[in-house]
């Protein structure tokens, strides 16, 4: 089994940052793009932002120039890095990585539990 688990969520003012981790675990052979996705109450969940084994990422435009997406491939873990948060950045954070099981082929995409970040105003 492989698991995916967040943290690092919490309540902090607008103009504030947080870092969030996600570490994924278990019968692992690899891990492929890795992605930070959130859901407001009332809305669909959206991507955040992603990133690739290679490094390479990909951001949502509200969050362009304030959060960063990095990995640890040593580590299985995929962190996101946000600044100058707003209001409208509060929404569960949910983790997603695209991982291969040990001994299958093709990989499947696995979902943390998501962690509450609330911004006030």
């Known amino acids: 089994q492989v698991r995916l688990v967040e943290s690092g969520g919490g309540l902090v003012q607008a103009g504030g940052s947080l870092r969030l981790s996600c570490a994924a675990s278990g019968s692992i052979f690899s891990v492929a793009a890795m992605a930070w996705y959130r859901q407001a109450p009332g809305k669909q969940r959206e991507l955040v932002a992603s990133?690739?084994?290679?490094?390479?990422?990909n951001y949502a435009d509200s969050v362009k120039g304030r959060f960063t997406i990095s990995r640890d491939n040593a580590k299985n873990t995929v962190y996101l890095q946000m600044n100058t948060l707003k209001p409208e950045d509060t929404a569960v954070y949910y983790c997603?990585?695209?991982?291969?099981?040990?001994?299958?082929?093709?990989?499947?995409?696995?979902w943390g539990q998501g962690t509450q970040v609330t911004v006030s105003s």
């Open positions: 997603n990585g695209n991982i291969v099981v040990a001994g299958t082929l093709g990989g499947l995409a696995y």
């Open positions: 990133i690739t084994s290679g490094g390479s990422t």
